[in-house]
């Protein structure tokens, strides 16, 4: 007979519509079990509250997450507030001792992630041992997942290209319409797409050196006010980010094409082959260009699809799809089985200031109309 597994105690910091998915996730999982709720909205605690009504063990809820951080109640918190607070919690939720994992972006400037990052390694050197994970489940779905273990299998030889579109609807409503402004979120390049940075970086196996963007706001929010000003976050975009091989990724971002049918496609060109998968139809395809490189003459013309292989991925031990094709359960699994081997996160603090700086990088980019390098952005 297996071994119990170590019951897992969560409390979820941020009770909005995040934090409800990650409550879904949780309750789909062996072992673990949600104690306690924190958030300064009431009506977004109540709708958490509602999710656990039936599970045997009832949360205890806070409006202040101080509270639910002191309650002896959990062994794992996870934080899934309004960007521009996340400093200020992780401020409070390192020293506790507690499992951490935050949603992203970490921060929404790069001084605040780069103070987190020192801020772990003091306590580290002081005994702390629970683990901190910045949340990117992109890299979870079971296709892009798949098409990275063949790409780092050499499946389409040396990586020389990555791009990733992503053309969907605008940003929904939050609570007090905070993601409708750059000071809040760090800006959509920041809020929406720093996990498509850290993405490209975990693909290539580098770290960027340079990006180039141009983007704005041309439809999205124009005509609507929050106490008397209008929302001031892009909704499209093209980013160019290059890497010490010469390898290069890019990103089109936008925000204004919901008549999509798959809206999210990501692409890996090596020196032997492709591989492409698409989201929501979970399409993997990958193609070989063996003939190219040993015939003297042309061989199959690009847009035939022969040689391509195409299939659909899914992975049969996901309990809870939700809003990310099940990529949210397995990050969770995984992010429960380190606690429970004690080992370190798969994505640190130091990815999530990169990916952070990468987002603010392009924006600074687009507002001077220059290129922008990593080094003139990350802190020395």
Request: proline share 4%; charged share 20%.
């Amino acid at each position: 007979m297996a071994a119990a597994l170590q019951k897992i105690r969560y409390g979820i910091i941020g009770c909005g519509s995040m934090g409800r998915e990650h409550i879904l996730n949780i309750m789909a999982m062996d072992a673990c079990v949600v104690t306690a709720l924190a958030d300064t909205h009431a009506e977004s605690r109540s709708a958490a509250a509602a999710l656990l009504a039936g599970a045997a063990t009832q949360p205890q809820v806070f409006e202040h997450s101080q509270d639910l951080l002191e309650s002896g109640l959990c062994d794992a918190v996870v934080i899934a507030t309004p960007n521009f607070t996340h400093a200020e919690l992780m401020r409070q939720a390192l020293p506790s001792g507690l499992h951490v994992l935050i949603e992203k972006p970490l921060c929404t400037t790069v001084a605040d992630c780069h103070e987190l990052v020192q801020r772990e390694k003091a306590l580290l050197t002081q005994g702390r041992s629970a683990i901190v994970w910045v949340a990117q489940e992109y890299r979870y779905m079971p296709p892009v997942a798949e098409m990275i273990r063949l790409a780092h299998a050499g499946g389409v030889g040396r990586l020389h290209q990555v791009a990733i579109r992503e053309h969907r609807e605008p940003f929904y409503p939050k609570v007090a319409d905070w993601n409708r402004f750059n000071a809040n979120t760090g800006g959509t390049l920041v809020e929406k797409c720093c996990h498509y940075f850290n993405l490209m970086e975990f693909i290539l196996q580098e770290q960027a050196v340079r990006v180039f963007a141009s983007g704005g706001q041309r439809v999205n929010h124009l005509d609507e006010k929050y106490a008397g000003k209008t929302p001031d976050i892009l909704d499209s975009a093209y980013v160019i980010v290059e890497y010490p091989s010469g390898a290069r990724a890019s990103l089109d971002l936008c925000m204004f094409a919901e008549n999509s049918t798959d809206n999210e496609q990501i692409v890996i060109v090596g020196d032997e082959g492709k591989l492409e998968s698409l989201i929501p139809s979970l399409v993997l395809r990958h193609g070989r260009r063996e003939d190219w490189g040993t015939r003297k003459v042309w061989g199959e013309p690009s847009g035939s699809g022969r040689g391509v292989a195409t299939r659909r991925v899914w992975d049969t031990n996901i309990r809870y799809a939700g809003q990310h094709f099940g990529a949210s359960f397995i990050e969770h699994q995984r992010f429960a089985a380190a606690i429970r081997k004690g080992t370190g996160p798969e994505v640190s603090l130091a990815e999530g200031l990169r990916c952070v700086a990468v987002g603010l990088a392009a924006h600074r980019s687009i507002d001077t109309g220059l290129p922008v390098l990593l080094a003139d952005v990350l802190p020395t």
